[in-house]
């Protein structure tokens, strides 16, 4: 399974960006997506979660982005993506698309980064 995010980029606070993630057969429902992300300084942290399989529909958020981060896919063009919007500075960080291939790592009360065993390289947020 190969990760690729795009989408990236600098944005003014209360600004909005969409990250993409072309996530091919980790699109399928078994699958469990997520992001994660990592700022300065900081450890890594989930961000939010989608699953849609066999044990129904699962989404996590991170306290810090509920009401203003919506993740979704699109299993069809086979991408994760992750609408964010009223920006802060405090969103800044490398953002990164992670996957595992069954539902476990969706179902834990806080995503775990290690739980994942495919990752991309990540996209840069920056929000000033």
């Given amino acids: 399974v190969q990760l690729v995010e795009s989408g990236g980029g ?19 429902t078994a699958y469990c997506l997520g992001w994660f992300r990592q700022g300065p300084g900081k450890e890594r942290e989930g ?21 203003r981060y919506t993740i979704s896919k699109d299993n069809r063009e ?6 964010m919007n009223n920006l802060k500075t405090e969103d ?18 806080k995503p775990v ?3 994942f065993n495919y990752r991309g390289r990540g996209t840069q947020v920056t929000v000033s």
């Fill in 10 to 28: 600098s944005v003014q606070v209360g600004g909005s960006l969409t990250l993409s993630c072309a996530a091919g057969e980790a699109t399928r």
């Fill in 47 to 67: 961000v939010a979660t989608i699953y849609d399989g066999d044990l129904g529909g699962h989404t996590y958020y991170a306290d810090s982005v509920k009401g």
């Fill in 78 to 83: 086979k991408r994760l993506y992750l609408q």
């Fill in 92 to 109: 800044t960080a490398m953002y990164y698309c992670s996957a595992h291939q069954s539902p476990g790592p969706c179902l834990v009360p």
């Fill in 113 to 115: 980064p290690e739980l």
